[in-house]
């Protein structure tokens, strides 16, 4: 074992959430007689903060960031129900492993407090990292603020996410990172990133239990 903590992001990387948010946007669209997006829309579009995914299918300057925000959190709640196949005999071999785990997240803290308790991982996470809003900000400075307090060197961390994002975070904590091409953005722009890459949460395993080489840097 090459890592001593491993950090989590949460949605689309734990979370098989991608489809789930792309059917309640479209719900959004729908109720606006909009015409809905499809998965390669969603792909180029995404970005964060989440003001400027929006900004590319809704005039901001009509339709408040807030009123999206919570009208796309009560479409989601009702269409996410499961993570990615894995994750929580992973998550337990790592607890096992006496690993730390940590969730760094754009979500509301609530939010995946009660969706990890729901799924049954809460257990497995020495801390959740999460927003006190709707609005996906501040991910970078909460991670940056957390690894300062830390013991544990950051080069003995690695960060795993789904987006361009999560990379840049790592970047700023001076940690490693794998990216999954399983959630919120595109494998081909992941793989031009120049990181390792997984198409699979179950490919994870290997990389961090099992006897490989360790990535390199981000």
């Known amino acids: 074992m090459h890592y001593k903590t491993i950090i989590w992001d949460w949605n689309g990387t734990l979370a098989d959430d991608v489809y789930p948010s792309l059917l309640s946007v479209n719900d959004i669209l729908e109720k606006r007689g909009l015409s809905p997006i499809n998965m390669t829309q969603y ?8 003001s400027r995914f929006y900004a590319h299918i809704f005039d ?3 339709v408040p960031l807030e009123e999206l925000t919570r009208e796309f959190n009560e479409g989601y709640a009702k269409y996410f129900d499961r993570l990615h196949e894995g994750v929580p005999q992973l998550l337990k071999k790592l607890r096992e492993q006496g690993i730390p785990q940590v969730i760094l997240t754009s ?10 308790a729901r799924f049954g991982i809460r257990d497995y996470m020495d801390q959740i990292l999460g927003a006190s809003d709707l609005l996906a900000t501040g991910k970078i ?14 080069e003995d961390m690695v960060m795993i996410g789904d987006t361009l994002h999560d990379l840049d975070t790592a970047k700023a904590m001076g940690v490693d990172c794998i990216l999954c091409a399983i959630g919120h953005q595109s494998e081909a722009d992941l793989r031009a990133s120049g990181v390792p890459v997984v198409t699979s949460f ?17």
């Open 107 to 116: 979500g509301n803290q609530t939010i995946i407090e009660n969706d990890t």
């Open 43 to 50: 792909y180029e579009y995404i970005d964060t903060p989440i």
């Open 202 to 218: 179950l490919d994870l395993e290997p990389l961090l239990l099992g006897k490989v080489p360790s990535v390199s840097p981000c």
């Open 141 to 154: 400075q909460r991670g940056m603020d957390w690894i300062k307090r830390q013991s544990i060197p950051p």
């Open 60 to 62: 901001l300057n009509k």
